[in-house]
């Protein structure tokens, strides 16, 4: 039997165009796909496909949606590129028994990939994934295994995506509000499945709109990868500190991270984005429920539901965690430090262009600028420091990398005593200003060393030490 090829990380499968991620393999990936739900939910409910702007990825959603309709599923197919959490909410619109999308999310552009969406529309759960990947080196040594359908079959039907997803994002803000704001708002979907939607549910009041990388294109230039993270966001970040805005909202490749920048163009960090939706929702909103935060998210998440009476939850990374626990839990928020947040009332799963419209609402509905809203933070929460740096690796290095770690068992870092240590999912160090946390990715050979302290100063030599610890240099 081969090597399998495909192999599920954080949220979904990933892999380098053209080297493991091929028609072949994403055939077998599919008729996995088609055989777990299949068993699972019979037949009689439909399955979604949608994919991104990356390249081939209408191309390798055709192949997914004729494998699932050989297999006699329904296939409601994608008519353009589209945010993952329109796919997931079309889920939950039609009763699909699931659903698949083409897109390697924030990866850089020689990656695509496939997420698995269950009947609820969220990240599919380790074990669903594993299901299906145990299925994949079976149909690769097979013969004629793979059953296919013509796209133009009557199984497969076409359909826009973004209509359905905007209602019901009119549903969860309040858009007129926001409409009559008088806002000058800075967007960049960074060349992906995002562009043009804040803009077209912004159109016809005062609140203008101000969009860059608007344009598909799979190479995503100028850019490390469709991330917005500091690194990746330079000319977004010139051009609202050239300009007179309110704030700038950037998401990823498939939509469902966001990326805040303030009015004068310095950009917010993912944890501390966290901590001010979670204000939003519980100060300024007066909502109440719990909040989930993953093992890389903001301290800020714990004290500020200390403060509202909430309880807190903490999972590994990853929403395959995170959904269903919010589900299970009733959450209000669930979030993770790659900028990732899902909410009550909407998706078990992340959605960056809803959270960009509550971080909008919030400056709408307070008249202060996202610097101002982040002192309010800081005046529950205490002033918190955050960085990650990532390393890429030589493959196959990670064992030895994962080996050093496990042996790892530092008492001092930065000079700091380490208090306790957590190996929820990665190696997490605390000192009495915060922690260090070291991961490697599931889906590229990349290793992320994580820190969030209350003093600054530590940020730096927190770092190192993680470094240090990882035995890896710049």
Known sequence: MRDNPVHFGTDGWRAIIADTFTFENVRACSQAVADHFSETYGKERPIVVGFDTRFLSDEFAQAVARVLAGNGFTVQLADRPAPTPALSYRIIEVGACGGVVVTSSHNPFRWNGIKVKPHY?????????????????????????????????????????????????????????????????????????????????????????????????????????????????????????????????????????????????????????FGLLVNYLLGERGLRGPVVKSVTTSNMATLLARHYGVPLFETPVGFKHIGPLMMREDALIGGEESGGYGFRGHLPERDGILAGLFLLDYVAATGKPPSELLQQVFAITGPHFYERIDFDLQPGSNAAVQAKLNAAKPTEIAGRQVVSDDRTDGWRFFIPEGWLLLRLSGTEPLLRIYTEVTDESLVKPVLEEGKRLAGVAI
Do not use: C, W
Request: without cysteine; negative net charge; glycine residues 10%.
């Open 121 to 273: 529309g969220g990240s599919a759960s380790p074990e669903i994934v594993a299901d299906i990947e145990q299925r994949v080196p079976a149909i690769l040594d097979a013969e004629d295994t793979i059953k296919d359908a013509p796209l133009d079959s009557d199984a497969i039907s076409r359909f826009d995506p973004v209509p359905g997803y905007l209602e019901t994002l009119r549903r969860q803000v309040n858009i007129d509000r926001l409409k009559s704001a008088g806002l000058n708002v800075a967007v960049d979907p960074m060349y992906g499945a995002g562009a043009g939607l804040v803009a077209q549910l912004l159109d016809g009041g005062s609140t203008r709109v101000t969009e860059i990388h608007d344009e598909r294109n799979p190479a995503f230039p100028g850019i490390r990868a469709p991330e917005p993270i500091e690194s990746n966001l330079g000319a977004f970040l010139s051009l609202i500190a050239n300009g007179d805005f309110a704030a700038g909202i950037a998401t990823d490749g498939d939509a469902d991270r966001v990326g805040l920048v303030d009015e004068r163009g310095a950009y917010v960090d993912q944890l501390r984005t």
